[in-house]
């Protein structure tokens, strides 16, 4: 039983280049999260999607995309990275009917 | 502004020495108060949800609690094992389970 699963575990950036983060989940939840975290500060929300399709910005997008185009896959795209995107970035994804949370083990960038 | 405060930021303890941990929210249209643990270089770990003031809610040694205006994650009797950061977070997007996160609080527990 997989769960949430991201790739890659850790990434090192110029400034200026882009890159996806990968998450996909084998548990058919329909809703999916994207957080960063950084030190000393609380998850902070980037994109949520309720499904297949649909997707929405959360506290902190500027700077990112993502798109859902199957139940399993929610990736997110960096087009220009800054330093500012240094973080560690975290997938989630839920079940219908439920409001817990289920967490990746994240993914470590930094942008130099 | 929905907000969510935890203190302390840091918490050291004995073994067996128990304590408690708080997260004071201010959350329009709160729809669940979330607990989670989260061990150094992965994810957070789902612990409890607690709806209405006055819920409790128990596993092993730890019990959260919920009033109209804060909850208390109450440790008692913890192990070493019990080390972690442990975050609170409130669901203020309805049934879109939208969440916003504390800063957390280190727990150190020394044998």
């Known amino acids: 039983n997989a769960g949430v699963t991201q790739t890659p575990k850790f990434r090192i950036l110029k400034i200026g280049q882009s890159m996806t983060l990968q998450c996909t989940q084998d548990?058919?939840?329909?809703?999916m999260y994207w957080y960063r975290q950084d030190p000393g500060m609380g998850l902070k929300l980037i994109y949520y999607s309720v499904g297949a399709g649909i997707t929405d910005k959360g506290e902190v997008p500027n700077g990112y995309n993502v798109s859902r185009s199957t139940t399993e896959d929610f990736p997110l795209r960096l087009e220009l990275a800054a330093p500012s995107q240094t973080s560690v970035y975290f997938c989630?994804?839920?079940?219908?009917?439920?409001?817990?949370?289920?967490f990746g083990a994240g993914t470590r960038l930094s942008v130099l | 502004e929905d907000q969510v405060t935890q203190s302390p930021e840091a918490l050291r303890l004995q073994e067996g020495e128990s304590s408690s941990l708080n997260c004071s929210y201010t959350v329009s249209g709160l729809r669940g108060l979330f607990w989670y643990r989260q061990d150094p270089g992965k994810g957070p770990e789902f612990l409890f949800t607690l709806y209405s003031a006055g819920e409790e809610k128990e596993k092993e040694r730890l019990k959260a609690t919920l009033t109209k205006k804060e909850s208390f994650l109450h440790i008692t009797a913890p192990k070493p094992e019990d080390s972690a950061t442990y975050l609170c977070?409130?669901?203020?997007?309805?049934?879109?389970?939208?969440?916003?996160f504390g800063t957390g609080t280190l727990l150190a527990v020394q044998p």
């Open positions: 977070a409130a669901n203020y997007g309805g049934a879109t389970n939208k969440l916003i």
């Open positions: 548990m058919n939840h329909n809703y």
């Open positions: 989630a994804s839920s079940p219908p009917g439920e409001d817990i949370q289920y």
